[in-house]
């Protein structure tokens, strides 16, 4: 039980064909339903947080109430920085006690993404904490219709080889097709997983053994949280995200973490739209909060079982 970085869990999913779930939290209900999900069923879990999510909770709050939740559950429980933008955000969160920081420098050219990459890989590891990187853009809803446009910011596996050398980061965020957000395809929904599998081949020929890959934009944008909230006010039209068996298969693969946030966005607000329109008289929080975090829950066991195959990831 305790704060931990990735790396043992990465070196076990990567083995045993699963994946660990890397869940955004911004408030305490967030993590109180992603962490009984986990506890159900007995599985390692990395929380993450971005940038707005500092800003909005501050980070000794979310620090504090993820250690109350490995104290009350004894889970491993990695604490993350999801899309770091600089030097200075990557050491404030090393130095709050995360274990486990991106550098999302997948805007920089290639050079520039090398250089800040390897600066902060420097700070990390000299205290103990791990770090994740990017490379090659995740395309948007518009890149996806123009396939062309949106093969050109894919990873390029050899620039994935001579990344890793360079920066010595721990694990690489690549582009494969997935985006951010509730609206990931107009049309058919496709990965390339050939290009995944060839970065891994590439990076096993170069001597990085069983290297973790990791999945940003990952939801898949439940149709039935999406019909509940249309149907209680909200006006989500075209979402569309991961089918669940590509996500079982890049688990499978070198796929080791696995980003979802948008799913909790959806079963949060599909619940809290549900339970004020039933019941417009009641006013306590805690009623909605609650069916909130009871469908986070839910939500998070389906991804255990379903999507990563980390059931039994803490044994
Ligand atoms: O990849 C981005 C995450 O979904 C975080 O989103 O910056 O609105 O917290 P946020
Ligand atoms: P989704 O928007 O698909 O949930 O992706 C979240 C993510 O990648 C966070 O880094
Ligand atoms: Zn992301």
Avoid: W
Avoid at 91 to 102: H, R
Avoid at 202 to 210: D, Q, R
Avoid at 249 to 278: G, W
């Amino acid at each position: 039980m305790a704060l931990v970085t990735t790396k043992n869990m990465f070196e076990k999913a990567f083995k045993g064909n699963y994946s660990i779930g890397a869940f955004n939290i911004n408030n305490m209900e967030i993590i109180q339903g992603v962490i009984e999900a986990c506890k159900k069923h007995n599985s390692a879990v990395i929380l993450q947080v971005s940038k707005s999510a500092l800003k909005y909770a501050h980070p000794l709050y979310l620090k504090k109430m993820v250690e109350a939740a490995i104290e009350e559950t004894g889970l491993d429980v990695a604490l993350h920085l999801d899309h770091g933008a600089d030097f200075e955000i990557c050491k404030e969160c090393i130095d709050y006690g995360f274990t486990s920081v991106m550098f999302d420098g997948s805007h920089f050219d290639y050079e520039e993404n090398v250089a800040k990459t390897k600066e902060i890989v420097d700070y990390a590891h000299a205290r103990g904490v791990v770090v994740e990187a990017e490379l090659g853009k995740l395309a948007g809803v518009e890149d996806e219709v123009n396939v062309a446009a949106g093969n050109a910011t894919y990873t390029d596996p050899d620039q994935a080889v001579d990344f890793v050398k360079r920066t010595g980061v721990d694990s690489l965020a690549v582009a494969i097709g997935t985006s951010h957000g509730a609206y990931k395809f107009k049309g058919e929904a496709k990965l390339d997983f050939e290009r995944l599998q060839t970065i891994t081949d590439k990076l096993e020929a170069a001597g990085f053994h069983n290297y973790p890959i990791v999945l940003h934009g990952a939801s898949s944008v439940d149709q039935n949280a999406v019909a509940t909230c249309n149907e209680y006010g909200g006006q989500i039209k075209g979402a569309k995200g991961i089918p669940v068996e590509m996500l079982r298969k890049a688990s499978s693969m070198a796929v080791c973490k696995i980003n979802m946030d948008t799913d909790i966005r959806l079963a949060m607000t599909a619940a809290v739209r549900k339970a004020l329109a039933e019941k417009p008289e009641a006013f306590d929080p805690r009623g909605y909060l609650g069916d909130a975090r009871n469908d986070i829950v839910a939500m998070v066991e389906s991804k255990i079982i379903n999507v990563l195959g980390s059931t039994d990831s803490m044994k």
